[in-house]
């Protein structure tokens, strides 16, 4: 990317094939969503993704900020691939669920069934109003340096990590902070830091 620009998209963005994208810095790229998806109901599967990675591709992701604000977004990325995240600002990443300005969903990146390692290490997580990272299914990693800020007391449901269905993941240095809920409208459901959940999935935390 060239350095000091902002990426206004009105669409999804799907990566096809192996990728390497070097931005110039969270404060020079900006790529930011700029589409309306139907808040209070499941966009469903793929259409979740504002980032769409698709099974088999490699997707190495530098120095830039991926920007939700301003438009309902479930998740910033959704990843069926491998590869690597590192120094990217992920802020703004909600959805709207269950009522009127209530926001339970919103996943940074959602790392679903990649059969392979993806890591993310030295992001920056703001302003998600769910889940910063969610290793789900086949997918392994490290989750290194990263720093997650949660959206502090009040009816919020957040969680930093959270490993899944089988997924195998070592989280190792990170920063987490304000998780702390509880989703008051969804039940009093708590906020974690770090979630492990399902048969086989492994967290090793150091």
Known sequence: FPSHD?????????IGKNLTI?????????????????????PGG???GFILVTAG?????????IDGNGNNCWQAIRHFGTGSIS????????????GAGVY????????????GALNVSNCTFDNISRV???YYGSTTGTISGNTFTGQGAGDHYNCAVEVSTGAVATVENNVISNHS????????????SIYVVGSGSTATIR
Not at 28 to 35: L, R
Not at 57 to 65: A, W
Not at 87 to 98: K, L, Q
């Open 87 to 98: 120094n990217v600002a992920f802020t703004g990443i909600g959805y709207e669920w269950g």
């Open 46 to 48: 793929n259409a979740r």
């Open 22 to 42: 070097d931005g110039a810095g969270a404060s020079s790229t900006i790529i930011k969503k700029n589409y309306a998806q139907t808040g209070q109901s499941d």
């Open 104 to 115: 339970y969903q919103g996943t940074a990146v959602a790392a679903v069934n990649g059969g």
């Open 6 to 14: 902002n990426f206004i998209e009105a669409s999804q963005i799907s």
């Open 181 to 192: 809920g509880p989703a008051v409208t969804g039940g009093n459901d708590p906020s974690y």
């Open 57 to 65: 591709v490699n997707l190495t992701l530098t120095d830039m900020k």
């Open 132 to 134: 910063g990272l969610l």
